[in-house]
């Protein structure tokens, strides 16, 4: 799984969009975006929920990597946080980091590449392909114009980010052979 040095790289490893070039920015609902911390234009601290708890959040400053802690509930453990970047116009490129940090030491312990999502449409059908680092999986599901939908998961096949369509062909050849 892909290690980050920073969390602003893992925030900027895919900075627009493979598909459409757009910008890329962080799904809101994995924020806390309510307590005024978002990571675009003049905010530049991200913040999210300790285990959904709305009293204790962790505030990141992606320019220094230092944490803040607000944490009324909470006293220690390892947490886990997805965050979610996404394509907002065309909606067919995604990838998720996990953070984890560790609540006693007060402390980020790292950031990594959990998955990365893409979705394209041709004449006959639209395809998704999620490799998902962490389980070193590729679930490749694709949904006929019928309105059905099918699954199949593969060990990992390498996304192929600058010719996506050349990722399908490889997957359509394992579907054959599976
Ligand atoms: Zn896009």
């Known amino acids: 799984m892909k290690q980050f040095s920073t969390f602003l790289n893992a925030i900027e490893y895919h900075k627009s969009?493979?598909?459409c070039d757009s910008k890329m920015d962080i799904n809101d609902r994995d924020l806390a975006t309510d307590i005024g911390y978002e990571f675009r234009e003049n905010k530049q601290k991200?913040?999210?929920?300790v285990f959904?708890?709305?009293?204790?959040?962790?505030t990141i400053d992606p320019e220094t990597n230092e944490v803040e802690f607000s944490l009324k509930n909470i006293a220690g453990g390892i947490f886990?946080?997805?965050l979610t970047i996404d394509c907002k116009s065309?909606?067919?490129?995604?990838?998720?980091?996990q953070v984890r940090i560790?609540?006693?030491?007060?402390?980020?312990?790292?950031?990594?590449?959990?998955?990365?999502?893409?979705?394209i449409e041709d004449s006959e059908m639209v395809h998704e392909i999620k490799n998902i680092y962490a389980t070193k999986k590729t679930e490749y599901t694709y949904f006929p114009k019928d309105g059905s939908s099918k699954r199949a998961t593969f060990p990992l096949v390498s996304l192929n980010l600058i010719n996506?369509?050349?990722?399908?062909g490889r997957l359509r050849k394992l579907l054959i052979f599976s």
């Open 17 to 19: 969009c493979v598909l």
């Open 46 to 49: 991200v913040s999210f929920f």
């Open 52 to 58: 959904s708890n709305r009293d204790d959040t962790v």
């Open 80 to 82: 886990y946080h997805g």
């Open 90 to 97: 065309c909606c067919q490129f995604s990838y998720v980091i």
């Open 102 to 119: 560790d609540l006693s030491k007060r402390i980020l312990l790292g950031t990594s590449l959990n998955s990365e999502t893409l979705s």
């Open 164 to 168: 996506p369509k050349e990722t399908i």
